[in-house]
């Protein structure tokens, strides 16, 4: 913990040069201090290691997901310590997190895997994001390039593969992926597709049993998995006053679902959040101690407190909105809010909704129409997010 803490307290040094003036003495101090950072000794990391279906890329089970993360440092260290796959998007931070994470990695770029996205419903849009991503992340190719958020077949169309094809012959993309949030319904799909390399799921331990058949499905065709939304929404704080607030503000809960996940063998990484030097010294922690009985419990008390917050995205309430909202979206939404503790990425998700969507207010329903088979408080959180966001 003493080298955790000199190297942030270093940052925190670095941090406070513009107050001090001494940054106005700019790139020769600034090369000085990450320098002299870099040459700050590391905390010794287990580091476990899994091969990423047919791809052959040999990557650590914790991978980081970048989408939240402001702070460039916790990247590079990241980096550093070994972890080697790194996410991000297109869209991520209005494009500004593929710039940061390029420049981030730019040491590392032929030690680790980077992959991004894009949100395009067509060829020549879908082509155009990925030379943005190329020259945004300072890099000639990226290793995976995903088809960003595909909940249905309908969205994988002919000519988003035949981009990424292109984009293959091209040398731009080693591999071609998709990402979903529903993967018990797409996978079976993407499988007899075969079009594909790796398949981004969500995967928790809130998932019902339908969720780990598809992945166990996609693992047998050979398909690299990679799991995201891996700590089932990242509830970290309770209320105060919370019957379970004594119990769930102990730690170890976050470490728990990353490590849950782990447990499956045909999970071969993951791209959890992280934020923080904390995040990450815990993170890491997950490639180095089994999944134990007492994790379990944790779990079991973590899932009675999200159960009414939590929407599993399992698809069976699709349609079922007499208002026609597109409920998990909404959820999902909400949950970056709070969550994530990334108000402003669930505003601006819920604000490009359509008008006769955004509009609607559910406090003006005599009855939901919509059914949780899990218990998600529908109506209320459905109101939450309206409340918030609009």
Not at 206 to 232: H, L, P, R, Y
């Amino acid at each position: 913990m003493k080298t955790n803490r000199s190297r942030r307290e270093f940052l925190a040094l670095g941090l406070a040069l513009p107050a001090t003036g001494l940054a106005s003495t700019t790139d020769l101090a600034r090369q000085s201090l990450q320098s002299a950072f870099q040459s700050l000794p590391a905390s010794p990391v287990n580091l476990a290691y899994r091969t990423l279906g047919k791809t052959g890329l040999k990557v650590t089970t914790v991978g980081f997901g970048c989408m939240i993360t402001s702070d460039a440092s916790v990247i590079e260290r990241a980096a550093d310590l070994g972890i080697s796959y790194f996410d991000t998007a297109r869209g991520y931070q209005h494009g500004n997190n593929e710039r940061m994470v390029g420049a981030a990695l730019k040491r590392k770029r032929k030690e680790i895997v980077l992959s991004t996205k894009t949100p395009s419903g067509n060829k020549q849009s879908a082509l155009n994001d990925l030379d943005t991503s190329l020259r945004e992340l300072g890099t000639d190719y990226v290793d995976i390039w995903y088809l960003h958020g595909k909940d249905s077949l309908d969205e994988v169309k002919d000519e988003l593969i035949e981009a990424q094809q292109i984009a293959k012959q091209q040398g731009k993309t080693r591999f071609a992926g998709v990402s979903t949030h529903s993967p018990q319904l797409l996978i079976p799909a993407l499988v007899k597709k075969g079009s594909f390399d790796v398949v981004l799921v969500t995967y928790n331990f809130t998932m019902d049993k339908e969720v780990g058949e598809a992945i166990g499905q996609a693992a047998k065709a050979g398909m690299g998995v990679v799991g995201m939304k891996v700590m089932a929404g990242g509830f970290r704080k309770v209320k105060p006053g919370d019957p379970l607030a004594s119990k769930l503000r102990r730690d170890g809960v976050m470490l728990a679902a990353l490590k849950w996940v782990l447990k499956n063998p045909n999970v071969y990484t993951t791209i959890p959040s992280m934020t923080d030097m904390d995040q990450l010294d815990e993170n890491l922690k997950a490639m180095a101690e089994p999944y134990s009985a007492v994790e379990e419990k944790i779990l079991a008390r973590q899932l009675e407190f999200i159960t009414p917050l939590y929407c599993r995205m399992c698809g069976k309430c699709e349609g079922t909105c007499a208002k026609g909202l597109p409920v998990s979206d909404m959820l999902r939404y909400l949950t970056y809010a709070e969550g994530y503790g990334q108000f402003a990425l669930g505003r601006e998700e819920f604000r490009a909704l359509p008008p006769e969507v955004s509009e609607v207010r559910c406090n003006q329903c005599p009855s939901c129409t919509v059914s949780c088979p899990f218990g998600v408080k529908v109506a209320a959180r459905l109101s939450r997010a309206q409340e918030l966001f609009a």
